[in-house]
């Protein structure tokens, strides 16, 4: 991109006001990832290579300041989104109705996904739940326990839809992480839910979450899986937490738990393949080869 190119661009950034009405999300997304990812990086590039570097300056400047514009709307969007589910609570079909109002909550294409691919409601659940930056890991994983990703929020979106939920039902998060999954699947269909977490500062991160959005029905608790209790539990969603030995141990507990009442359990990446050898459960759809697909399954 030329100079002059780059200034055309700024200048129909800064112009388009379609960018600055609060409801238009998407396109501030994509106006922030273009003035980052193209603008200011070919700024920086043309900085290396010039000698005289004002006029690059003042345009690298500019640019940073439309981008600081556009987050500092969605940064008041959230505070006001969060202020509305803390005061007047907006769950179910309310909750969706209200990111729908920014964000296309079609959910017809993230089942054929090959691998966890993330999009901009994803860009939009980090900025309503995140209150600070991601915590340091202070405790180092076991060999078989995987480190922290999320689960798309398309997917929890897709599962709050498919599976069945009663109010009674309690849903476990097996490895909550950051606690995305358990603050969702609350907010979707009102259950009551529990994250288990290894790592103390994400289970410290998660409760803040839950507490900003006072959300007292969302608990997360700190303990290995293996040491959980699950006397409550109806349905346990697993986005591969751990392998091998860990989840054998995990899941001749939630066995045991399954001699005493139903249970189902929901799954997501590889961990699906491990889970689908238990002659105790059987999938509640057809196997599918494609592990980014949540499998359900229940006990016999
Ligand atoms: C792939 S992440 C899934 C995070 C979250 N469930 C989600 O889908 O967004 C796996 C999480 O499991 C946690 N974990 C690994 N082994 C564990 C164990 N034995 N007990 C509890 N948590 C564990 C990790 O710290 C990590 O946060």
């Not at 006001?80 to 909550?105: H, Q, T, W």
């Not at 293996?226 to 346990?236: K, L, N, P, V």
Request: proline fraction near 3%.
């Amino acid at each position: 991109m030329v100079i002059s190119a780059i200034q055309s661009h700024i200048r129909s950034i800064e112009k388009n006001e379609v960018l600055y009405e609060e409801k238009n999300f998407d396109k501030r997304i994509e106006a922030i990832d273009f003035i980052e990812f193209h603008i200011i990086d070919q700024l920086e590039d043309l900085l290396q290579k010039t000698t005289a570097p004002d006029e690059l300056h003042l345009l690298k400047d500019r640019a940073e300041k439309i981008k600081t514009k556009l987050e500092e709307i969605d940064s008041k969007l959230f505070q006001k989104l969060r202020a509305d589910i803390r005061s007047v609570g907006c769950a179910g079909n309310e909750f969706k109705a209200m990111i729908n109002k920014y964000i296309d909550l079609d959910l017809s294409d993230s089942q054929h996904q090959q691998e966890a691919g993330y999009d901009n409601l994803d860009i939009f659940i980090n900025g309503l739940f995140s209150l600070q930056a991601m915590p340091e890991q202070t405790k180092e994983l076991e060999l078989e326990m995987v480190y922290y990703q999320k689960t798309p929020a398309r997917v929890v979106f897709e599962m709050a839809e498919q599976v069945s939920l009663m109010q009674e039902d309690i849903f476990f998060d097996l490895g909550s992480g950051l606690g995305q999954v358990a603050i969702l699947v609350n907010l979707l269909t009102g259950v009551t839910v529990n994250g288990v977490e290894f790592e103390p500062a994400f289970c410290d991160y998660a409760r803040d979450c839950a507490t900003e959005l006072n959300l007292p029905e969302v608990k997360f608790i700190n303990t290995d899986a293996r040491q959980a209790d699950y006397s409550e539990g109806t349905i346990f969603f697993m986005f591969t937490p751990f392998r091998g030995e860990i989840m054998q141990e995990v899941l001749a507990a939630l066995r045991k738990e399954s001699l005493l009442r139903k249970i189902k359990i929901i799954t997501y990446g590889p961990c699906t393949a491990e889970v689908g050898l238990q002659g105790w459960l059987s999938p509640v759809s057809m196997k599918d080869d494609n592990m980014y697909k949540l499998t359900v399954f229940t006990s016999c």
